[in-house]
């Protein structure tokens, strides 16, 4: 039985899917637990596998598509089996257009008359029918012509494709030249349908690919020339030169929406605290050469936190539409810059990890994050982030909460400064220390300003004395 | 060459092969003293004697019998009926006795007999003088059917049939016999079952009987004005029918029109469409047409019969069909 597959829904706030690559085309076997496609979600790539065996009938969508989910995106069926049934229906629903399949569901009574208008305006595909006369089909498939997803518009009887439509397919498509010369214009980069053949039958040949080359060298040469006078500078409507214009979407429009979506309907509140290292540095040091795995100064904030959220799981909690719901779980996020955007890989979990485990458990998260790897379960579900800068040498910053978290930690560079030490006798004196900032971000909805300043603190205070972390 | 008319063909070929046979007779209504109603058979009667050349009452089935009876005894009777509508008076000594005696007689005896007779609307005969019956004779087995289309066709043809061992009916039409055709000054008999290439075309297959070859062709010229290249294989005879030179034809233009005056319904149209169907399925760029009469009988008005008859119009327009 052919199966349709959708493009699939893979967060609660996913509305479309951007397609990155098939890893079958059309007329390719697949197998149960194969990978099938690439879809780009809101944040990361993801692997969609092929929920059953058999062969890949029609892709009806391309690399780069981004369409709404639960739409077809492509027919897996038996081999031999006709799926044209299946496919017709895939292709109604995909000109219907209709997201959310409940709407569409309702949409699709109403839009009864307008359907047989369609039918009228196109009729090739009246009836949910590709209307192709036999033919049609024998000279397509003399000339090894696939109709499945072919663009055609029907001249023939009642708007069906005829032989003519056929002929005149495979003139406009067919660039008629020689092994050499579409070796020598895919090496340069040449479309051959812009090059003029001069062989029998306007055949193009090594000679004119040569000339085309020659032509579009000398094309560049001259362009380069005159691109200091005119240039292909553009300008906004108020004169200003842009230097590139990038669509907001995909991953950069889900981060900004989240973002903007947070900072609007959580009033956030922030906190600082200035910390000292100079224990943990040397706790550190000692940790590292103690056993194999390096732990990070990051590692040590993460343990920092979890016990600190542990002892106030206010700041572990998420507003679930009208219920505060405190978590037992600590699912610790840890944010990474990824080379399509910020991700917030985190540890499942994590309340009970020691450093050292929870140094094991976000070393492969990052890894896959900066691949682009991560798994959908990986970055959705967590109950606190932290971010941390210092590497960047950041003196101070301000996070936005990753909803519907309640808060996040923002930490800055460690760098020496110059503080004043007050010694057991009550003595005072300035001394260079390893300092750094750390701010907590809360939404003041669910948090009050002292139990923020206690949890911050309270971080503060397990980092300077990092025996705590280690038992 | 000579330029005579249709009726004038027929009458040399009755007078050429009863020159040639002195067995073959002909028995009709008037076409002895008056020469036939469509001047068929003028000058016959006195040429070849009122043995030869029988008025008759008007009582087809007690003529065609008679026939029936002359063809077995050794003769080759050529019998005309006014009408073809008059077949159907004549039915049973037509398809029960005159079709059926070689197959009764398990072949001991077979009956060289031919019936001439009219077919076609045009002349405000009404309803029981305009009709056409190839179809209906066609569904039984045991006669070949003629329907030849232009001056020479049914000279060459008329002869094939009377020189034929087993009946044949030849149907010619009352709106050609006063037409003038150029003819050679000597036509050979016409092989039956073997069709003619009217004109030859790239775009659509026209196959024609009777006169409905000579309205395709003048709708033809029209559509060639207009870049349609029609062929127009002329059938000559319906039983046999020679489905391999349509089925050729399809196969390079990939579209066939069958034009044939007769009612369309159960015509001569559905017949070959279907005939062919197995061999061009796959050559066909588009459904198999129908130019033929519409389910009415035929009114004496001009006025009304002639929007009705199939006419070169009507072909053109059935081809503008599948040229949008």
Known sequence: MAEVIIMPKLGFNMNTGKLVEWYKNEGDTVAKGEPLFSVETDKTNMDIEATGDGVVKKLFISAGDEIPVTLPIAVVGGAD??????????????????????????????????????????????????????????????????????????????????????????????????????????????????????????????????????EKKAAAEKAAEEAPETGEAKFSPDGKEILEEVPYAGVRKVIGDRLSESKFTAPHLYFTQKVNLEKLLEVRKQVNGAQDKKTSVTDYIARATIIALQKYPEMNSSLVGDTIVKYKSVNLGIAVASPTGLIVPNIKDSQNMSVVELSKASSPLF?????????????????????????????????IINPPEVGILSISSTKDEPVVVTAADGSQEIAIKPMMNIQVSVDHRLIDGLLAAQFVTEIKNLLENPISLLV | ?????????????????????????????????????????????????????????????????????????????????????????????????????????????????????????????????????????????????????????????????????????????????????????????????????????????????????????????????????????????????????????????????????????????????????????????????????PNVPLPFSPALEFPLIPSADKVYDKVKTYFK
């Open chain 1, 81 to 214: 089996e006709d799926v044209s049934a299946v496919v017709a229906d895939a292709m109604e629903r995909l000109q219907g257009g209709g997201a959310a399949p409940t709407a569409s569901e309702e949409a699709k009574e109403e839009a009864a008359p307008e359907k047989e208008e369609k039918a009228e305006a196109k009729p090739a595909a009246a009836g949910g029918m590709l209307k192709i006369t036999p033919r049609a089909r024998r000279v397509a498939a003399e000339n090894d012509l696939s109709l499945e997803g072919i663009e055609l518009v029907g001249t023939g009887w009642q708007g069906g494709i005829c032989e003519q439509d056929i002929l005149d397919y495979l003139a406009s498509n067919k660039v008629k030249a020689t092994p050499v010369a579409q070796a020598m214009a895919a090496a340069e980069g040449i479309d051959l349908s812009t090059i003029t053949g001069t062989g029998v039958n306007s055949k193009i040949m090594k000679a004119d690919v040569e000339k085309a080359v020659s």
């Open chain 1, 367 to 399: 890894e896959k994050a900066r691949a682009g790897k991560l798994a959908i379960s990986e970055y959705t579900g967590g109950t606190f982030t932290i971010s941390n800068l210092g590497m960047f040498g950041i003196e101070n910053f301000t996070a």
């Open chain 2, 1 to 293: 060459m000579k330029e005579i008319t249709y009726a004038q063909a027929i009458c040399e070929a009755l007078d050429e092969e009863m020159e040639r046979d002195d067995n073959i007779v002909m028995l009709g209504e008037d076409i002895g003293f008056i020469g036939g109603n469509f001047k068929c058979t003028v000058g016959l009667l006195e040429k070849y004697g009122d043995l030869r050349v029988k008025d008759t009452p008007i009582s087809e089935q007690g003529f065609v019998g008679m026939g029936v009876g002359m063809a077995l005894t050794g003769l080759r009777p050529v019998i005309e009926l006014m009408f073809s509508d008059f077949l159907l008076v004549a039915a049973d000594q037509v398809i029960n006795q005159m079709a059926k005696i070689r197959y009764m007689s398990g072949g001991q005896a077979n009956v060289p007999m031919t019936i001439r007779c009219p077919i076609g609307a045009g002349r405000s005969s009404a309803a029981q003088h305009s009709q056409s019956m190839q179809a209906m004779v066609a569904q039984f087995p045991g006669t070949k059917i003629v329907v030849p289309s232009t001056a020479r066709e049914a000279k060459g043809l008329l002869k094939t049939a009377i020189r034929d061992d087993d009946p044949v009916l030849f149907l010619e039409h009352k709106m050609e016999y006063n037409k003038k055709y150029q003819i050679d000054d000597d036509v050979e008999p016409i092989p039956f079952g073997k069709a003619r290439i009217a004109r030859e075309g790239k775009d659509i297959t026209i196959a024609a009987t009777s006169s409905m070859v000579m309205k395709s062709e003048e709708a033809a010229e029209k559509l060639a004005k207009e870049g349609i290249e029609c062929e127009i294989i002329d059938l000559r005879t319906i039983v046999p029918l020679d489905t391999e030179t349509i089925i050729e034809s399809v196969k390079k233009t990939g579209k066939l029109i069958v034009a044939d005056e007769a009612h369309e319904r159960c015509g001569i149209g559905a017949e070959i469409a279907a005939a062919v169907a197995d061999d061009i399925f796959y050559y066909l760029d588009a459904p198999c047409g129908r130019v033929a009469n």
